[in-house]
């Protein structure tokens, strides 16, 4: 079956720049869409951005200046980089396949486990 | 920048049906969906597109909409049902995903 596991550095210092790939087993990236998602402990999901396989982006508004995402087809692999981080970004990153085996494309059906990050 | 409401807790004895509602302004144009997360664990959908239920997802769990307002509906919870369940969607042009609060799940 298809899974998604996210490696990274689990320790970033302030100002820097956290970077997270996410590795997609079982089945190819190509003509799917992914997205990075994140969770503070104890607190909510929030949506970082969409990578489409043709290389489009949407981005979290809140998140847009600091946010680059990749994708590398030949590795089975897509990337997420955050700049200038702080305190505040210290979270659960989760990767995640966007729903449109489901029919629902906007949805997300096949999550990566999380790895944790913090900033400090 | 939009958002979706959740209650922050809902509480119901074994057996009986537990009710989640989640509002937003764009739910009318827009699907809504719901995770179940447990402690450690991803998030897991439940239910999609309003009232979709995924393979493996129990038939207890069933999905509704009505204007503003989506919901989700646990019949017969179980004591494994103890979770945080989040709703989410997209804002009216589709373009951003937006998750909802979460609601705490306490089976009493």
């Known amino acids: 079956q298809v899974q998604l596991q996210e490696s990274g550095p689990g320790l970033v210092k302030p100002s820097e720049t956290l970077s997270l790939t996410c590795t997609v087993s079982?089945?190819?990236?190509?003509?799917?869409?992914w997205s990075w998602i994140r969770q503070p402990a104890g607190k909510g999901l929030e949506w970082i951005g969409r990578i489409y396989i043709s290389g489009r982006t949407n981005y979290n508004p809140a998140l847009n200046s600091r946010v680059t995402m990749s994708v590398d087809t030949s590795k089975n692999q897509f990337s997420l980089k955050l700049s200038s981080v702080t305190a505040a970004d210290t979270a659960v990153y989760y990767c995640?396949?966007?729903?449109?085996?489901?029919?629902?494309?906007?949805?997300?059906?096949?999550w990566g486990q999380g790895t944790m990050v913090t900033v400090s | 920048s939009y958002e979706l409401t959740q209650p922050p807790s809902v509480s119901v004895s074994p057996g009986q049906t537990a009710r989640i509602t989640c509002s937003g302004d764009a739910l009318p144009k827009q699907n809504g969906h719901w995770y179940q997360q447990k402690p450690g664990q991803a998030p897991v959908v439940v239910i999609y597109k309003d009232s979709e239920r995924p393979a493996g997802i129990p038939e207890r769990f069933s999905g509704s909409s009505s204007g503003t307002t989506v919901m989700l509906t646990i019949s017969g919870v179980q004591a494994e049902d103890e979770a945080d369940y989040y709703c989410q969607s997209a804002d009216s042009t589709g373009t951003y995903v937006v998750f909802g609060g979460g609601t705490k799940l306490t089976v009493l």
């Open positions: 079982g089945d190819s990236i190509s003509g799917l869409h």
């Open positions: 995640a396949r966007d729903g449109i085996v489901l029919g629902a494309p906007d949805a997300f059906d096949i």
